[in-house]
């Protein structure tokens, strides 16, 4: 697909809307993944070193 100018390249046709915003929503669930992943992973290191904190007294 050829564009004429960056304008047209963010219109999309009248496609731009659509396809930037499902871009967005797509890089925004995926920051909020890495997230939750990344505290999900700390508080499963915190457990496992209360556990075994309370292993070795």
Do not use: C, I, K
């Not at 659509?18 to 997230?35: I, K, Q």
């Amino acid at each position: 697909m050829r564009w004429e100018s960056w304008s047209d390249f963010w219109f999309m046709g009248g496609y731009g809307l659509y396809v930037w915003g499902s871009m967005a929503m797509t890089a925004l669930l995926l920051l909020v993944e890495m997230a939750q992943a990344r505290l999900a992973h700390r508080r499963a290191l915190a457990l496992v070193r209360a556990e075994q904190s309370l292993e070795n007294p």
